[in-house]
């Protein structure tokens, strides 16, 4: 049962860390952790409520990351290409570290907003708006997965 555990608490902290990686499904990967935990122990003492409330969670988790990201480009203006440039932005700076998740959506953002609107300023303006969208969604997924990790410490912790 080492073994298990062990997996369990990596699937835990990568899937903390996948909460703000773009190409890491982190919530999904807690959620995961939990399961594995439940089915190894026979459901105790994470049974099936528990894991239902988890699962409720990670699409929770999902569907604010994907509202916040679309208000923030609203909110400042910008179409869905914002949006749209921004995941692919950040996709393709998960490549070069820290500097290319920050950078990333910005860039993204700019250059499909700009090709869907040929205006500087409007791009600059829904970048800016999809960035902030994605960050207080990134602080959300966050909070949401410590929220979930510490459900299931609390769970298995107290039997």
Aim: aromatic share 10%; hydrophobic share 60%.
């Amino acid at each position: 049962m080492a073994v298990v555990n062990f997996l369990v608490v990596l699937l835990l902290l990568v899937g903390l860390v996948g909460s703000v990686v773009p190409a890491l499904p982190g919530t999904i990967l807690i959620f995961a952790g939990a399961l594995l935990h439940g089915v190894a122990y026979g459901l105790e003492p994470i049974g099936p409520w528990r894991l239902g409330l988890l699962a409720v969670l990670t699409v929770l988790a999902y569907a604010l990351d994907y509202a916040a990201g679309a208000l923030g480009v609203r909110r400042f203006g910008g179409s869905g290409w914002a949006t749209a440039g921004a995941v692919v932005g950040a996709i393709v700076g998960i490549f070069f570290s820290l500097p290319g998740l920050i950078l990333g959506p910005l860039v993204g953002a700019i250059v499909a907003e700009y090709a869907y609107t040929r205006k500087l300023d409007t791009s600059a303006r829904a970048a800016l708006g999809t960035v902030v969208g994605l960050l207080v969604g990134a602080v959300a997924k966050v909070g949401i997965g410590l929220v979930m990790i510490g459900l299931v410490l609390f769970w298995v912790w107290r039997g």
